[in-house]
């Protein structure tokens, strides 16, 4: 099955600064990427996500690139703020085991993101 | 926010009751899926439910056991759990059961089992 690693497991940064979290999958036949943000105690909410046609997407301050050869992906933060702390999880999906049995996603380990005034 | 609910968001059971935990989506989404989300270990997919058919059961011991009505409503029934059973259990769901389609969490119910 599909394996997610994540890294770094903590990262701090100054307000302003950028942030990077990487993530490798094992499965090439992965072909959906999205990147969750949890906030303490709050439900993980999806924040932006890439599929295997695109190579780098951006929404505003954040941005995601793919890198299908090399089967890691990575979720780049710029212009940090005191908000954007919290975890932040990559995950990858492939189909089911039966056609059309949903969206099956594996997620990595996690980030937890502290951005220092 | 309030697109997926579940209930209840905490629940302290011991070994031996019995207890449901439910899950609604109001976004009309067909594919829904329970996770569970210990202290330090990812998301991990526990059931997965297409137009109310189970397709995916990742390993999870019987002890757990799923019921989805219909499109609207998840349930997932414990008895006899095990302390390392404590966890969030998120619930998701997704508008199609196609592999790129976005799964929206509900708050999450915790549960402590004594």
């Known amino acids: 099955g599909e394996n997610v690693e994540q890294h770094p497991s903590t990262l701090s940064v100054q307000e302003g600064d950028s942030a990077v979290i990487k993530c490798t999958y094992s499965d090439s036949a992965s072909n959906y990427f999205p990147w969750y943000k949890q906030e303490l105690g709050k439900r993980p909410q999806l924040i932006i996500d890439i599929r295997s046609n695109v190579g780098e997407k951006k929404d505003q301050r954040i941005a995601v690139t793919l890198n299908k050869t090399a089967k890691h992906f990575s979720l780049h933060i710029t212009e940090t703020q005191p908000e954007d702390s919290a975890v932040y999880f990559c995950a990858a999906s492939s189909e089911g085991v039966r056609r059309g049995g949903g969206n099956k996603l594996t997620f990595g380990t996690g980030t937890q993101l502290k951005v220092e005034l | 926010e309030t697109g997926v609910t579940q209930t209840p968001r905490h629940l302290v059971m011991g070994m031996t009751n019995k207890k449901s935990l439910k899950c609604e989506q109001h976004?009309?989404?067909?594919?829904m899926y329970w996770y569970k989300q210990s202290a330090k270990k990812p998301l991990e997919l526990m059931f997965v439910y297409n137009f109310k058919e189970q397709t995916e059961n990742n390993s999870v011991p019987s002890r757990f056991s799923p019921e989805c009505p219909n499109s609207s409503h998840l349930f997932l029934h414990l008895h006899t759990l095990q302390p390392e059973d404590s966890a969030l259990y998120l619930c998701a769901s997704s508008q199609e059961p196609g592999s790129t389609d976005t799964q929206y969490f509900g708050p999450g119910t915790r549960l402590t089992v004594l």
């Open positions: 976004l009309g989404h067909n594919a």
